[in-house]
């Protein structure tokens, strides 16, 4: 009984990553919009002074370790001090041209460092039936992508944009392309 129930949530799992993963239905559509957007993420360093049950484990991030009570287990406590991130910000830049894609201009302030960075870079599409469909893409395949020119779109059975390939053209178009002299 154990078995078939591992089973059954094996199946479940598995078909639950085939739906989500794979491209069930495909449309023929349009890139109409190739948009990007860059952030930086800013904050300052600072020590901050932290109680525990517990030692705290060995890091650079870690100081001033004291124990207290160090003769009662049931009172043992540690203080130290571990350096955090505070006083976030971020900085962002955006644009819809490959040629402007850059990282937003900043200034570091006193004590800031740069804590992360991040680019999104997205594409919507308009099929001839006049659905919209947008997908998040890597950089390499979004500076790929030509505002006009028609892609085969497979989505996964929610909808989700999985794959963009260059359409074919249509057959009798590509018969009409072979049927014309050579000049």
Do not use: C
Request: proline fraction near 4%; glycine fraction near 6%.
């Amino acid at each position: 009984m154990d078995i078939l129930i591992l089973v059954g949530i094996a199946v479940i799992i598995i078909g639950t990553i085939f739906l989500v993963t794979m491209p069930v239905r495909h449309v023929q559509a349009v890139a109409r919009d190739l948009r990007w957007r860059t952030s930086v993420r800013i904050g300052t360093r600072v020590w901050v002074r932290k109680k525990s049950k517990r030692r705290p484990r060995p890091s650079i991030d870690i100081r001033n370790v004291e124990v207290q009570n160090a003769d009662d287990p049931d009172k043992l406590r540690y203080t130290y001090e571990k350096r955090t991130w505070r006083n976030m910000r971020s900085v962002s830049a955006s644009g819809s041209s490959r040629e402007t894609v850059r990282e937003p201009e900043y200034t570091l302030g006193r004590d800031e460092e740069v804590r992360g960075r991040s680019a999104l870079y997205k594409a919507r599409f308009v099929a001839e039936e006049g659905g919209s469909y947008s997908a998040q893409v890597r950089f390499a395949r979004w500076k790929l992508l030509n505002e006009g020119a028609k892609y085969r779109l497979g989505r996964n059975a929610f909808g989700r944009v999985r794959t963009i390939k260059p359409a074919k053209p249509a057959a009798d178009e590509r018969l009409a392309e072979r049927a014309q002299p050579d000049s």
